[in-house]
């Protein structure tokens, strides 16, 4: 029995760039840019007048991106309770060990959000069953506005500490 071939998928281009964007692509960091060659010892450190350490903006990317992911996977995800779940308990991390942990899940999630856009299976406007009438599309979006806004923040908050090199 031949196999049957799946028609060419109408939201390819715009799945690309999808991915381009949430990767850091064209006018946005990614996380490696962002965070690359920080020292551990600044990780926790708020500037003077600054609100966040690069370890908080860090962990509220994480935690709102699994949200972002987890939502979009299942109606049964329950999300963290607003606002408190999306930050951090401590301004530092505990370890390298935290600090490596975290900047690995962002990376690891980010993969997995990505190839859930990619999926031809999942089209990017139609609604979730699920929520008040949110798309893959819109939660790409959210989260590509959302770690953008955070990472820029991160490059802000090392400048300030003195700690950014391009």
Not at 158 to 164: F, K, M, S
Request: proline share 10%; charged share 20%.
């Amino acid at each position: 029995m031949p196999c049957k071939k799946r028609p060419p998928d109408p939201q390819a281009p715009l799945r690309e760039q999808l991915v381009h964007l949430l990767q850091g692509g064209d006018a946005h960091l990614g996380f490696s840019d962002a965070l690359g060659r920080l020292p551990l010892e600044k990780a926790g450190l708020r500037p003077p007048g600054a609100p966040h350490s690069v370890w908080e903006l860090l962990e509220h990317i994480r935690i709102a991106q699994e949200d972002i992911l987890r939502f979009s996977q299942s109606a049964d995800y329950v999300s963290p309770k607003w606002p408190d779940g999306y930050w951090p308990a401590s301004s530092a991390p505990s370890s390298a060990r935290n600090w490596k942990h975290s900047i690995r899940q962002c990376e690891d999630d980010l993969t997995e959000f990505a190839a859930l856009v990619l999926d031809p299976d999942h089209d990017l406007h139609h609604a979730f069953p699920w929520g008040s009438g949110q798309t893959l599309l819109r939660e790409a979006l959210v989260l590509a506005d959302h770690n953008s806004y955070h990472l820029g923040q991160i490059v802000l908050v090392r400048q300030l500490l003195g700690a950014w090199r391009p």
